[in-house]
């Protein structure tokens, strides 16, 4: 088969993964499907690339990051059941009122996500907050989603140093990396992606109140019906760790006191600082190094054990502050494992996709194509990340296909030109992190069904906020990057 072929197969595999994904379909069937249609049309055995290629690369995903899939969707589901998220979203409403109300619902949302609460449970305890600070202050409803993106959806999922979000930690066994890669740069990103969200948000609502603009129609139900929307779902388990499916699937207890919702989340991070910082680096991990774990060294573990620790050591600390306070512990519980294991096999799925069209022959014109942009290798691993996240929908999974693909030729030629690994890891994610918010993306999906929005009334202020903000911080740190290296 020519190359052309190859090419050809490669992208009608990719092209109808991406269609009939945003009309609704599973990726657990689309995947294998797309890649033995690449597989096909490039000549190559369907059999074992399905058997072995794409089932392969879809178990290595699962037996790396299942555990912190498991563990940001348990802890999620037992901060919403306890009442945690809702006393915080409640507490910064006390405190910040209706005439702060775009802050409050950004401070609300970082503080949350930051601390380990899954996306999508966000989404759906801040959009009622929202509405009612929104409608309070009179600012127009169509901008409830920018205000809830910029705060859950931008810097504390890709640049904040530590954040325990899924993408954050899909570098660090590539390139032997932490949570808190590149932690300057980092902040700096983070600053840019909340300065600009802020600025867009506050330009927008003073638009508004010159043109005379209200809150609108008010759309009271609109995020329970998101939660058991079979297309919304289709779409959400691919973006994020979370099925919204489970979202109703326990009863929540009113918020307890703040001090008791906020522990579990200073937990998170105080953990994650602790084993990352002092617990792992004076482990003697030798042990390691025998067959039976592998054969690894603890750097490419330790990120993964580090967060998977802190949120494991914030779910008993919230079981021991607020567990009476659940309803049914144990219905919470199952459906915070239930909530994990389709999103983790959607990811898993697209990973084994990237895997097998990685294997083609003609995958070698890509990858030359990508290491052949102009810029050098922080351009090159950007734009991959971007592209691919793009095209997929998901940043994990885009992230991941990326680094399977092209992971140990950027570690070659970060150690040829002296690039310091947490440089490629912060610029991987938030290139992920960028032009992964389309249309099609789960997360803007869900975010504009639990807000009553369209396209048409949101999507705009979305772009603004979250990709025009990410990308600005992304070219920020390529240029800070490239020219004093990683901080």
Request: include cysteine; hydrophobic fraction near 55%.
């Given at each position: 088969?020519?190359?052309?072929?190859?090419?050809?197969?490669?992208?009608?595999?990719?092209?109808?993964?991406?269609?009939?994904?945003?009309?609704?379909?599973?990726?657990?069937?689309?995947?294998?499907a797309?890649?033995?249609?690449?597989?096909?049309?490039?000549?190559?055995p369907l059999?074992?690339?399905?058997?072995?290629?794409?089932?392969?690369?879809?178990?290595r995903?699962v037996?790396?990051?299942?555990?912190?899939f498991?563990?940001?969707a348990?802890?999620?589901?037992?901060?919403?059941?306890?009442?945690?998220?809702?006393?915080?979203?409640?507490?910064?409403t006390?405190?910040?009122?209706?005439?702060?109300?775009?802050?409050?619902?950004?401070?609300?949302?970082?503080?949350?996500?930051?601390?380990?609460?899954?996306?999508?449970?966000?989404?759906?305890?801040?959009a009622p907050?929202?509405?009612?600070?929104?409608?309070?202050?009179?600012?127009?409803r169509?901008?409830?989603?920018?205000?809830?993106?910029?705060?859950?959806?931008?810097?504390?999922?890709?640049?904040?140093?530590?954040?325990?979000?899924?993408?954050?930690?899909?570098?660090?066994?590539?390139?032997?990396?932490?949570?808190?890669?590149?932690?300057?740069?980092?902040?700096?990103?983070?600053?840019?992606?909340?300065?600009i969200?802020?600025?867009?948000?506050?330009?927008?609502?003073?638009?508004?109140?010159?043109?005379?603009?209200?809150?609108?129609?008010?759309?009271?139900?609109?995020?329970?019906?998101?939660?058991?929307?079979?297309?919304?779902?289709?779409?959400?388990?691919?973006?994020?760790?979370?099925?919204?499916?489970?979202?109703?699937?326990?009863?929540?207890?009113?918020?307890?006191?703040?001090?008791?919702?906020?522990?579990?989340?200073?937990?998170?991070?105080?953990?994650?600082?602790?084993?990352?910082?002092?617990?792992?680096?004076?482990?003697?991990?030798?042990?390691?190094?025998?067959?039976?774990?592998?054969?690894?060294?603890?750097?490419?573990?330790?990120?993964?054990?580090?967060?998977?620790?802190?949120?494991?050591?914030?779910?008993?600390?919230?079981?021991?502050t607020?567990?009476?306070?659940?309803p049914?512990?144990?219905?919470?519980?199952?459906?915070?494992?239930?909530?994990?294991?389709?999103?983790?096999?959607?990811?898993?799925?697209?990973?084994?996709?990237?895997?097998?069209?990685?294997?083609?022959?003609?995958?070698?014109?890509?990858?030359?194509?990508?290491?052949?942009?102009?810029?050098?290798?922080?351009?090159?691993?950007?734009?991959?990340?971007?592209?691919?996240?793009?095209?997929?929908?998901?940043?994990?999974?885009?992230?991941?296909?990326?680094?399977?693909?092209?992971?140990?030729?950027?570690?070659?030629?970060?150690?040829?030109?002296?690039i310091?690994?947490?440089?490629?890891?912060?610029?991987?994610?938030i290139?992920?992190?960028?032009?992964?918010i389309?249309?099609?993306?789960?997360?803007?999906?869900?975010?504009?069904?639990?807000?009553?929005?369209?396209?048409?009334?949101?999507?705009?202020?979305?772009?603004?906020?979250?990709?025009?903000?990410?990308?600005?911080?992304?070219?920020?740190?390529?240029?800070?990057?490239?020219?004093?290296?990683?901080?």
């Amino acid at each position: 088969m020519s190359e052309a072929m190859g090419l050809f197969g490669i992208l009608l595999g990719l092209g109808l993964l991406v269609w009939l994904a945003y009309r609704g379909w599973s990726v657990l069937l689309l995947a294998p499907a797309a890649a033995l249609v690449a597989a096909g049309l490039a000549g190559e055995p369907l059999l074992a690339h399905w058997t072995q290629t794409f089932m392969g690369a879809a178990a290595r995903f699962v037996a790396q990051f299942f555990p912190l899939f498991l563990l940001g969707a348990l802890f999620g589901k037992l901060m919403e059941d306890s009442g945690a998220v809702d006393a915080i979203a409640g507490f910064m409403t006390d405190r910040l009122g209706p005439q702060r109300a775009v802050l409050a619902v950004v401070l609300a949302g970082a503080i949350v996500t930051y601390g380990g609460v899954s996306l999508f449970v966000a989404y759906f305890v801040l959009a009622p907050m929202a509405m009612a600070l929104f409608r309070a202050a009179d600012i127009p409803r169509r901008l409830m989603p920018a205000a809830i993106a910029v705060g859950s959806s931008t810097f504390t999922m890709s640049a904040l140093p530590g954040t325990p979000a899924i993408p954050n930690t899909i570098p660090m066994p590539f390139f032997g990396t932490t949570p808190f890669a590149a932690p300057g740069l980092g902040i700096v990103a983070s600053a840019v992606m909340l300065g600009i969200g802020l600025w867009w948000l506050r330009r927008a609502e003073a638009l508004a109140r010159r043109r005379g603009e209200g809150f609108g129609e008010d759309r009271p139900g609109a995020a329970h019906a998101a939660a058991d929307d079979p297309l919304v779902r289709e779409r959400a388990v691919t973006a994020r760790e979370f099925d919204p499916a489970e979202i109703h699937r326990s009863e929540s207890a009113p918020p307890p006191p703040i001090g008791a919702a906020a522990l579990p989340l200073a937990v998170v991070v105080a953990v994650n600082l602790l084993m990352t910082f002092a617990v792992l680096p004076a482990m003697d991990a030798e042990f390691l190094d025998e067959p039976r774990w592998g054969g690894i060294t603890l750097s490419a573990v330790a990120g993964v054990w580090a967060v998977a620790t802190a949120l494991a050591a914030a779910t008993l600390v919230l079981v021991a502050t607020n567990g009476r306070r659940l309803p049914s512990l144990r219905a919470s519980m199952d459906a915070g494992a239930n909530a994990s294991v389709l999103p983790v096999f959607s990811v898993a799925s697209l990973v084994g996709f990237g895997a097998v069209v990685a294997a083609l022959p003609a995958f070698a014109a890509v990858r030359d194509w990508v290491l052949g942009i102009g810029g050098g290798p922080l351009v090159s691993l950007a734009v991959a990340t971007n592209i691919l996240a793009a095209l997929t929908g998901s940043a994990s999974g885009g992230l991941t296909i990326a680094l399977e693909a092209l992971g140990p030729t950027y570690m070659a030629l970060a150690a040829e030109q002296g690039i310091d690994p947490g440089l490629l890891h912060r610029i991987a994610v938030i290139g992920a992190g960028t032009l992964d918010i389309l249309p099609h993306n789960g997360a803007v999906i869900t975010l504009l069904a639990v807000c009553g929005c369209t396209h048409k009334e949101s999507y705009f202020d979305i772009v603004v906020v979250a990709i025009v903000s990410s990308i600005t911080a992304l070219l920020t740190i390529i240029l800070l990057g490239s020219l004093v290296g990683s901080f």
